[in-house]
C-alpha cells in the first residue's frame, strides 16, 4: 500500500507569490490534516479536512487555507508569502475522522523556502 | 488548550543501553490519546507507540515502551537495547478523544545513539 506522498518535496517562492502544496493520503484514508514545522515554533496544526469539509482548524492567518477532493487528495495554499512562511509543511492521514485512536501516517513533507 | 512539554531538548545514549525520554502534558480532558513520533533525518514522521488515557497498562512495542501516569500527566518513552538507527528527533503527542485527529506536540527532543 502506497504511504502519503507530498508534492513537490522542496520549492522556492518569492514574498508575495502564493503557492499550492499537495497531498494524496493513503488509499482508504478520509482524513487529511496540515502541519506546519519550523525550528521557533515547532509543529503546528493548520487544519484537517474530511469528506471535502473543512472539520479543525488552527491558529493561522486567513492566508493559509486548503481543500480536499472527492478522492480525498487535499491541498494547502498560501497566499501572499512571507519569509516566514518557510518551513516543512507536513501531510498526515487518517483512516477517519472521529476519535477512535486512529493512527496519523505522515508524508515526508514539502520544504518551502521564500526569499 | 492542551500543552505538551518535552524538557530535554538533546540526549546522547550508548549503543545498546537504554534511554528515557521524558513528556509531560496539561489538559482537562479526561478521554485522550498520547504518541511518541520519530522523525530521522529523513523528516519523515513514524509513530512509534500510541496510549490510551483509559488504558492503565502502559503500551509497548518491541524496544519501546511508555510510563503513562495518568494523575501525574506523565507520558515518558524508554528505548531498551538502543540501535544507531533509533537517531532522530522523538515528539511527545496529544488528540483529543473527539472530533478529529488534531494533534498537539512538544518541541521534540533529539536523541543521538553512539557506537
Known amino acids: 500500500k502506497a504511504g502519503v506522498t507530498q508534492t513537490p518535496r522542496y520549492l522556492i517562492k518569492t514574498r508575495g507569490q502564493q503557492v499550492t502544496l499537495s497531498c494524496s493520503p493513503i488509499?482508504?484514508?478520509?482524513?487529511v490534516s496540515w502541519y506546519q514545522q519550523t525550528p521557533g515554533q515547532g509543529l503546528q496544526f493548520l487544519f484537517e479536512?474530511?469528506?471535502?469539509?473543512?472539520?479543525n482548524k488552527g491558529n493561522f492567518p486567513g492566508r493559509f487555507s486548503g481543500r480536499q477532493f472527492s478522492n480525498s487528495r487535499s491541498e494547502m495554499n498560501v497566499s501572499t508569502l512571507e519569509l516566514g512562511d518557510s518551513a516543512l509543511y507536513l501531510c498526515?492521514?487518517?483512516?477517519?475522522?472521529?476519535?477512535?485512536?486512529?493512527?496519523?501516517?505522515f508524508g515526508q513533507g514539502t520544504r518551502l523556502t521564500v526569499v | 488548550a492542551q500543552t505538551v512539554t518535552q524538557s530535554q531538548p538533546e540526549m546522547s545514549v550508548q549503543e545498546a543501553e537504554t534511554v528515557t525520554l521524558s513528556c509531560t502534558y496539561d489538559?482537562?480532558?479526561?478521554?485522550?490519546?498520547l504518541f511518541w513520533y520519530k522523525q530521522p533525518p529523513s523528516r519523515q514522521m513514524i509513530l512509534v507507540i500510541r496510549?490510551?488515557?483509559?488504558?492503565?497498562q502502559n503500551a509497548t512495542e518491541n524496544r519501546f515502551s511508555v510510563n503513562f501516569q495518568k494523575a501525574a500527566k506523565s507520558f515518558s518513552l524508554k528505548i531498551s537495547d538502543s540501535q544507531l538507527g533509533d537517531t532522530a528527533m522523538y515528539f511527545c503527542?496529544?488528540?483529543?478523544?473527539?472530533?478529529?485527529?488534531?494533534?498537539?506536540f512538544g518541541a521534540g527532543t533529539i536523541l543521538r545513539v553512539k557506537s
Open positions: 498526515a492521514s487518517s483512516l477517519e475522522l472521529t476519535g477512535v485512536g486512529t493512527e496519523a501516517f
Open positions: 488509499s482508504g484514508h478520509r482524513s
Open positions: 479536512y474530511f469528506s471535502e469539509t473543512q472539520r
Open positions: 489538559t482537562s480532558e479526561n478521554n485522550y490519546y
Open positions: 496510549q490510551e488515557a483509559y488504558k492503565q
Open positions: 503527542a496529544f488528540m483529543k478523544k473527539e472530533y478529529g485527529n488534531k494533534l498537539v
